[in-house]
């Protein structure tokens, strides 16, 4: 566990560093949570379980914000926009909200059904296939066959 983590834990939960060192240092042994409160009073400074608890979950946190971090630096490296100081930023952050608000404006959009058919220039058709009631759509759908679009059924299922 990164010192600035186990730092941010004691001062959130009013315990020395010693304490949560240790803590995290039993569990990872395999101690359990009981075994760390009833028998290694003297490692942890008289703890609770409730304590110790809060403890492991918190290191828990900050692991997986970590796993996250390098999700989101190489996500943004490879599209190539990742500078020095957003690097910073990122690695800095301590709080999992602060790095998904950083990570937004670079983060992929996602592809609904609707962005699909607009990409492949169906929105007219969708568009009049919803207005009017009375229309011939295969002869409507065939002015839209071209480039991605193969035929009328591929059209028609675009537009829907």
Same mark, same amino acid.
Not at 66 to 75: A, C, N
Not at 89 to 110: G, H, M, N, Q, V
Not at 120 to 141: H, N, Q, R, T
């Given at each position: 566990?990164?010192?600035?983590?186990?730092?941010?834990?004691?001062?959130?939960?009013?315990?020395?560093?010693?304490?949560?060192?240790?803590?995290?240092?039993?569990?990872?042994?395999?101690?359990? %949570?009981?075994? %760390?409160?009833?028998?290694?009073?003297?490692?942890?400074?008289?703890?609770?379980?409730?304590?110790?608890?809060?403890?492991?979950?918190?290191?828990?946190?900050?692991?997986?914000?970590?796993?996250?971090?390098?999700?989101?630096?190489?996500? %943004?490296?490879? %599209?190539?926009?990742?500078?020095?100081?957003?690097?910073?930023?990122?690695?800095?952050?301590?709080?999992?909200?602060?790095?998904?608000?950083?990570?937004?404006?670079?983060?992929?959009?996602?592809?609904?059904?609707?962005?699909?058919?607009?990409?492949?220039?169906?929105?007219?058709?969708?568009?009049?296939?919803?207005?009017?009631?009375?229309?011939?759509?295969?002869?409507?759908?065939?002015?839209?066959?071209?480039?991605?679009?193969?035929?009328?059924?591929?059209?028609?299922?675009?537009?829907?």
């Amino acid at each position: 566990m990164e010192m600035k983590y186990a730092s941010q834990i004691a001062s959130e939960l009013n315990l020395s560093l010693k304490q949560v060192n240790s803590v995290h240092d039993l569990h990872t042994e395999g101690s359990t %949570i009981p075994f %760390i409160a009833r028998y290694r009073k003297e490692a942890t400074g008289n703890l609770d379980e409730v304590v110790i608890g809060n403890v492991i979950e918190q290191v828990k946190y900050y692991n997986e914000l970590e796993k996250r971090k390098e999700t989101v630096l190489k996500t %943004i490296k490879e %599209i190539g926009k990742l500078t020095p100081e957003l690097e910073k930023r990122i690695t800095d952050t301590i709080s999992a909200t602060e790095l998904e608000d950083i990570y937004l404006p670079y983060k992929p959009k996602r592809k609904t059904k609707a962005t699909v058919a607009i990409e492949k220039g169906l929105e007219p058709l969708a568009k009049k296939l919803f207005d009017e009631e009375e229309i011939d759509v295969d002869s409507e759908a065939a002015g839209f066959v071209k480039g991605e679009v193969k035929d009328n059924a591929d059209a028609l299922q675009g537009a829907r």
